[in-house]
């Protein structure tokens, strides 16, 4: 999983830009390098809360592999929705996306 360092230079706007798209049916966040035009989606997911999945389709998350910034016991995440791409913390237990990466 990406570091906390690794989400925040992917939505560095320095480096990137961002855009709120449907890709195959699924709605999510493209960001796109300003270096080289290489780009990931992310898609919108929701998280697993309890018993059910919110937010799907509208909102996504992906747990970085750091502990949280503001609270210890939480993990630190990016965060989107068709407005908004950033970086919190949320509780471990509730079920939030991972996206592997490759060690280089």
């Known amino acids: 999983m990406p570091s906390l360092d690794q989400i925040k230079e992917l939505i560095n706007s320095?480096?990137?830009?961002?855009?709120?798209?449907?890709?195959?049916?699924?709605?999510?966040r493209r960001i796109i390098s300003k270096n080289n035009g290489n780009n990931i989606f992310l898609p919108a997911t929701g998280f697993y809360f309890n018993t059910?999945?919110?937010?799907?389709?509208s909102h996504g998350y992906m747990y970085s592999r750091s502990a949280g910034t503001f609270n210890t016991p939480f993990g630190s995440l990016l965060a989107f929705h068709?407005?908004?791409?950033?970086?919190?913390?949320?509780?471990?237990?509730?079920?939030?996306?991972?996206?592997?990466?490759l060690k280089q």
């Open 14 to 28: 320095k480096y990137t830009t961002t855009e709120w798209t449907t890709q195959n049916g699924v709605n999510g």
């Open 52 to 57: 059910h999945i919110d937010n799907q389709g």
């Open 82 to 101: 068709s407005n908004f791409i950033n970086w919190s913390d949320i509780e471990r237990c509730q079920g939030v996306t991972i996206r592997p990466v």
